[in-house]
């Protein structure tokens, strides 16, 4: 069994400022995904970005990078330099061996102007 | 983006009647999952398949029910819908790689009444 765990159900970040969102996984598969989805008030859900267990360096898309703390089991996601629309849900999700995702209940984050 | 459509994207159904969800994908991937989002739950798993004819439950699969008879058709059956049915229903699809994301459909809002 997989577990994925999301400890704030929400936060607020100011305009232009970086954001953590948290992430925690229990898993006993030695080889897994990890990702992050957007999910905007509209609905549909984006990919964010990924995280091999086996990758040596930390994932990085753009804004967003993934604190990959493997001893740790954890997966933050890093928001820098928050933009008005970078508030939604957003959810944390790791692959299992027969490939269906495991996601967590989310963190909404609200960017204040 | 991905061609992936559910349909239809709006259903009131009455408790007792059996409802069926259609996903459509015209990418060819192999893996397909049903999930529901509930406040509070994020994405849980009711049902995927790893190819046609091969369909595994998920974490809430009670009263639920999965066809895959074509590899681009995945059908979810509610064969007697109540009320703790009433939720979003997304459709995923995903490439055989671990690394690959997950690619999801606009959402099924299902209420029964």
């Known amino acids: 069994a997989q577990k994925i765990t999301q400890t704030q159900p929400g936060m607020f970040v100011q305009e232009k400022e970086a954001v953590t969102l948290d992430c925690t996984y229990d898993?006993?598969?030695?080889?897994?995904?990890l990702f992050w989805y957007k999910q905007p008030s509209s609905g549909e859900m984006i990919f964010l970005i990924y995280?091999?267990?086996?990758?040596?360096q930390n994932a990085t898309e753009g804004r967003y990078s993934l604190n990959f703390q493997k001893a740790r089991k954890s997966a933050n996601l890093v928001i820098s330099a928050s933009q008005l629309g970078d508030s939604a849900m957003y959810f944390c999700?790791?692959?299992?061996?027969?490939?269906?995702?495991?996601f967590g209940s989310g963190t909404r984050l609200q960017v204040q102007p | 983006d991905a061609g992936i459509t559910q349909s239809p994207r709006h259903k009131v159904t009455e408790t007792g009647t059996p409802v069926t969800l259609r996903c459509h994908q015209t990418?060819?991937?192999?893996?397909m999952y049903w999930y529901r989002q509930d406040p509070g739950h994020g994405l849980r798993l009711i049902h995927y398949s790893y190819g046609v004819k091969d369909t595994d439950k998920g974490e809430v699969s009670d009263g639920y029910s999965v066809s895959r008879s074509k590899t681009e058709d995945f059908l979810l059956t509610l064969e007697s819908a109540t009320s703790s049915q009433t939720s979003v229903y997304f459709c995923a699809i995903s490439g055989y790689d671990r690394d690959t994301e997950a690619f999801f459909g606009q959402g099924t809002r299902l209420t029964v009444v």
């Open positions: 999700a790791m692959s299992s061996p027969r490939r269906a995702l495991t």
């Open positions: 990418e060819n991937h192999r893996y």
């Open positions: 995280q091999g267990s086996y990758d040596q």
């Open positions: 898993t006993s598969d030695p080889s897994y995904g």
